[in-house]
């Protein structure tokens, strides 16, 4: 099973922008379909984006639709979310999810075979 390791959060304020990280130890390559999830306290976890079939495909959720972009870069085996102009709303942890498979549902969770640990996003003034 391939270790993905995310980093990136922090605190911020808003209308700032973060970019996110996700590394795997193996080659990215085996990985068809990759997303980012965030959860809050006692909530569950919640949908961000997705990218499919190696930089094609790409889905998000709508409340972030228009300010993140997911992209990967193959050469550094590393999956990206840029966050721009960020609300008090994005606060949350921050996973990055993983499978070989071509997801027809990529916004369920149940679906990656792949997690990491999570980076925390804090938004605030």
């Known amino acids: 099973q391939a270790h993905l390791v995310e980093s990136g959060g922090g605190l911020v304020q808003p209308g700032d922008s973060l970019r996110l990280s996700c590394v795997t130890a193996?080659?990215?390559?085996?990985?068809?379909?990759m997303g980012w999830f965030r959860q809050t306290a006692g909530q569950d976890r919640e949908f961000v984006a997705s990218m499919r079939a190696h930089n094609g495909l790409w889905s998000y959720a709508d409340p972030v639709k228009g300010r993140f972009s997911i992209s990967r870069d193959n050469g550094k085996n590393t999956l990206y979310l840029q966050m721009n102009n960020v609300k008090p709303e994005d606060t949350a942890l921050y996973y990055c999810a993983a499978t070989e498979e071509f997801l027809l549902t990529p916004e369920l969770p149940d679906r990656y075979s792949d997690w990491g640990q999570g980076t925390q996003v804090t938004v605030a003034s």
């Open positions: 193996g080659s990215i390559y085996r990985f068809v379909t």
